[in-house]
């Protein structure tokens, strides 16, 4: 540790210090667990309110993120963390902080009616941090609940200790409160898990600092050992640190708060060994408003399945209902829109969703006159029908170019992971394959990745077409006057793969140009992520990232992403639209279908609908941060 740290160690009299069969508070086991509950405070509200998983990474929302409890329910005080647990006989157990210096215990057979069984009140004027609650074999001959929390050894103490009180298992009767340790200084959010080879590890946060403490005892007794610190977000502040148990490893999901990560990056989860001895890998908890304090608890498929019901059948009440998006019936992603000069209507080319694992194989065209009545055009072209490319049919582009006295269309889209080229004489097709064969593919042009999200751009200045396509890298070339090949010596990268971190660079590429600069937009993280957004950066060239003479950087502000005040996840892979003759403009993208697609985890991803909303742009060319809509 980078601090010194004095260890007195209070035992309190009469507890036992002989190590006896110690087991915690029950956990389902591994063939039994289906799926996580997550019991936080609501940081936009305050209230206790549920999230539910089935990886530990990807949670949803029950009631939207509102209160599990009515208003006229048992009043757990806002603003307390809730500690839950489950029981022998298959009960559960919450542990809240009621005020400074009350504790309340909460009983339930089913996770959703829950009765007070007891109030625990302090010595007036000692302030009690948030507790938590275990079984110890070691209580008395019979064993009992043990309710440990920080509080302020006497009125002259500098700082909060750890206590605890016992109790029968029907808590009937209680001890006084006893210390349990003291490491010498303050601390915060104190939580107790069994090891597994016995004992005991207590993960904490002293007051003030910027890491994870975890000490170990044989016993709930102690003693207990000198902290190990961890930090696995660096010098960002921590609070409030809770683990549970992945089914399938051995080592433990590490939670905690990051009070300056806002509404939608409030929660973070690291790995930890099994022992806490390190703690690594953090990444953020997705698809919940406001998550913070909490702790979390393992779900049988019956105990999951009836917290899921419970939610859908009340969900009318707590969810605010479409309006605008999405803008056309049915599951669809990646959407490339067009106005057409040719028939002065516009045009959505998405991929079709909702196949397993995005095994779709068509293409479909819907049209509008007004961008608000869309016509499905039908497909417009069958991956089954080409030699070369039969599944993996994803985002394409599309361009309107003049030929002769016509209009010739050239459809780019992605077979089997590499992209294709088809032409038609008429937007809504049908389009037919212009080469037989893939135009890009990893193999031939040695790309280190997948060749897939091409996009197409005309550069006003020149009148030179590009074509852009990328995944975890971004390249580009030029094209030829045919539309079906590239200008030779033009393929070049702008964004190479060991990069992408510093661009935000995933996938989905959409070039345009407004008042002679060049915005370059891609999504970041990916697809299966509710954090799925949008970056951008300006250049003053089409062909590499310049601006003013000096390299060109992202935009630090996100200009799109997952509004869960609204149940709103998965917002990424867009298009542009400028209404011809006008500075309005629009963005497409998708989303995850609402409100199923934050349910389904990790297929939310290929279960999207498509959704428009008006763009904006700051005096200085920057864009004002798109508002997704309902």
């Not at 941090?129 to 209580?139: A, E, L, S, T």
């Not at 403490?213 to 660096?234: H, I, M, Q, R």
């Not at 917290?307 to 969900?315: K, V």
């Not at 995850?592 to 060319?621: A, Q, V, W």
């Amino acid at each position: 540790m980078k601090r010194i740290i004095t260890s007195l160690l209070l035992i309190a009299a009469g507890l036992s210090l002989t190590a006896q069969s110690i087991s915690g508070n029950p956990e389902l086991t591994d063939d039994e667990t289906y799926g996580y509950l997550y019991c936080h405070e609501s940081a936009h509200g305050g209230w206790t309110a549920y999230a539910m998983s089935q990886d530990g990474i990807h949670f949803h929302d029950l009631l939207c993120g509102d209160s599990v409890f009515p208003d006229d329910a048992v009043d757990i005080v806002k603003g307390n963390r809730p500690f839950l647990c489950r029981t022998q006989d298959g009960s559960f157990l919450m542990a809240a902080r009621s005020g400074d210096s009350r504790i309340d215990i909460f009983r339930s057979d089913d996770l959703l009616d829950w009765t007070r069984v007891t109030t625990l009140n302090m010595p007036k004027g000692n302030l009690v941090g948030d507790p938590g609650i275990i079984w110890d074999d070691n209580y008395g001959s019979k064993g009992g609940w043990l309710v440990y929390f920080p509080m302020l050894n006497s009125a002259r103490s500098s700082h909060l200790s750890l206590f605890g009180v016992h109790s029968n298992l029907n808590m009937t009767r209680w001890s006084r409160p006893r210390p349990l340790a003291d490491w010498g200084f303050g601390i915060r959010d104190a939580s107790i898990y069994p090891d597994p080879e016995g004992g005991f590890s207590i993960l904490f946060q002293e007051e003030g600092m910027h890491s994870i403490l975890a000490s170990k005892s044989k016993t709930l007794a102690g003693p207990w050992s000198v902290p190990a610190e961890f930090a696995p977000d660096g010098n960002k502040a921590i609070e409030s640190p809770a683990a549970f148990r992945l089914a399938g490893t051995q080592g433990w999901q590490v939670g905690y708060v990051d009070p300056e990560g806002g509404a939608t990056g409030r929660y973070r989860i690291c790995t930890a060994d099994e022992r806490f001895t390190q703690m690594r890998r953090p990444q953020y908890l997705e698809g919940v408003y406001g998550p913070d304090k909490g702790t979390f608890l393992r779900l049988s498929e019956a105990e999951y399945n009836r917290l899921q019901a419970w939610s859908d059948a009340a969900e009318p009440e707590h969810l605010a209902q479409s309006v605008h998006n999405p803008v056309f019936p049915g599951l669809h992603a990646d959407p490339e829109v067009l106005y057409s000069e040719q028939t002065g209507k516009y045009y959505i080319y998405p991929t079709t969703d909702g196949a397993f694992g995005w095994h779709n194989h068509d293409f479909k065209c819907f049209s509008s006159e007004d961008l608000v009545n869309w016509k499905d055009e039908g497909v417009i072209l069958d991956l089954q029908d080409l030699d070369w490319g039969k599944e993996y049919a994803w985002a394409p582009c599309i361009i309107e170019k003049k030929v002769g006295d016509g209009y010739r269309y050239y459809y780019y889209f992605v077979a089997n992971k590499s992209v294709g080229v088809a032409v038609a004489d008429r937007p809504e097709g049908p389009y037919r394959d212009a080469l037989g064969h893939a135009l890009l593919s990893q193999e031939e042009i040695g790309a280190p990745n997948q060749v897939i999200d091409p996009d197409v751009f005309r550069d006003p200045a020149t009148g030179k077409y590009y074509l852009y396509w990328g995944n975890s890298y971004l390249w580009m070339a030029e094209l030829a006057d045919d539309m079906t090949s590239l200008v030779p010596g033009t393929m070049h990268e702008l964004i190479p793969r060991s990069r992408i971190g510093e661009y935000h660079y995933l996938e989905g590429t959409y070039v345009f140009e407004r008042n002679g600069l060049y915005y370059f937009m891609w999504s970041e993280n990916i697809t299966r992520s509710a954090r799925y957004c949008i970056r951008y950066l300006i250049s003053d060239s089409p062909v590499e990232f310049v601006r003013n003479g000096q390299p060109a950087k992202v935009e630090e502000q996100i200009i799109l992403q997952q509004d869960p005040s609204l149940q709103i996840f998965g917002t990424g892979h867009n298009s542009v639209l400028n209404i011809p003759g006008t500075d309005k403009w629009y963005m497409v993208y998708h989303r995850f279908t609402r409100p199923e697609g934050i349910k389904m985890g990790l297929s939310g991803g290929y279960n999207r609908e498509i959704c428009i909303d008006p763009m904006y742009f700051n005096p200085d060319g920057t864009i004002v941060p798109v508002k997704p809509t309902l």
